[in-house]
């Protein structure tokens, strides 16, 4: 297939690669950017394997925690422009509709958009959302939501007023617990962890990652015979893959002499207390078209 100069900018973004890198290697795989991102890796070229999201959309997510810390829920609502994002009707709407989450038992965002709406009955959600798309002036979409309910309890943090969420569900009754609970919710917010403990990383996951640090290692130790390779990959297993996807293995954010589970340990007397969380990131693997930030300014001063 035709490799384009946007594809070449997607994959360099993506991995952190040089140009001409990331257009041989698109060529060399017929454009599969999947493939693209294994193979850089494999040859030493990707910087950053870390830099796999792609642009983001504009607007909000909101986290709501109920005041007894049992349930919480968090919502993505997304805009054109980060002007709207910004605009206090815009801002109110996402608040109500994060509101509505948490109080509704809703699964998904069509049965929160049949709900009547919070602050005017006389209107379904999705009706509201359309009302407010006129006034505003742009595309808007309640894309996500989710919710947390425990015996135990729930803190969140939010980041970049509302660019990032998170909220992480514990099991205790600790008087620590929410205090824990917010310095974790704000590890996940930085790091971004996909899993929390080791175990939770799927068996196709380590292969797939082990079949690349296999490529990796022995074209950069050519001359090492297999089971130093295999010493090798099992060290970067654990260096590598695990301190990036799961959470407790991560370097705490607030004291990196610490993971977060010798942190959580530490504090609680068990990691084993960290039940569940969710991550919402603004916008996170939609891709945004690109403007001139002029023509943008012009077309909000037109509308």
Do not use: W
Request: with cysteine.
């Amino acid at each position: 297939m035709a490799i384009t100069a946007g594809m070449v900018k997607e994959l360099r973004e993506r991995t952190g690669a040089g140009m001409l890198d990331c257009k041989n290697v698109l060529n060399e795989v017929d454009g599969d950017m999947t493939r693209a991102m294994e193979v850089l890796r494999e040859k030493g070229l990707a910087k950053a394997a870390k830099k796999s999201g792609r642009i983001a959309a504009e607007g909000l997510v909101k986290v709501i925690i109920s005041p007894d810390k049992k349930s919480a829920a968090a919502v993505e609502i997304n805009s054109e422009t980060d002007f709207v994002a910004k605009n206090e009707v815009f801002i109110k709407f996402v608040s109500e509709v994060a509101n509505m989450v948490l109080n509704n038992d809703v699964k998904d965002v069509e049965e929160l958009k049949n709900l009547p709406f919070e602050s005017d009955a006389s209107k379904t959600v999705s009706e509201a959302l359309t009302e407010k798309i006129a006034v505003i002036g742009e595309n808007l979409t309640i894309r996500r939501l989710a919710k947390l309910k425990t015996q135990g309890i729930i803190a969140g943090y939010t980041h970049g007023g509302g660019k990032i969420v998170s909220i992480v569900e514990l099991d205790t009754d600790s008087d620590k617990a929410e205090e824990v609970g917010k310095n974790v919710a704000m590890q996940i917010a930085a790091a971004n962890p996909q899993v929390i403990s080791v175990s939770d990383v799927s068996e196709e996951t380590k292969e797939k990652e082990r079949e690349i640090l296999m490529v990796q290692a022995k074209n950069e130790h050519p001359e090492k015979p297999d089971n130093v390779i295999e010493k090798m990959i099992n060290g970067r297993l654990n260096k590598q893959l695990y301190k990036e996807l799961c959470l407790l293995e991560q370097d705490y954010v607030k004291d990196p002499a610490l993971t977060v589970g010798k942190y959580v340990k530490q504090e609680l007397g068990s990691d084993k207390v960290i039940k569940s969380f969710i991550r919402f990131e603004t916008g996170e693997g939609i891709e945004k078209k690109e403007e001139n930030f002029a023509e943008e300014v012009a077309k909000q001063l037109q509308g």
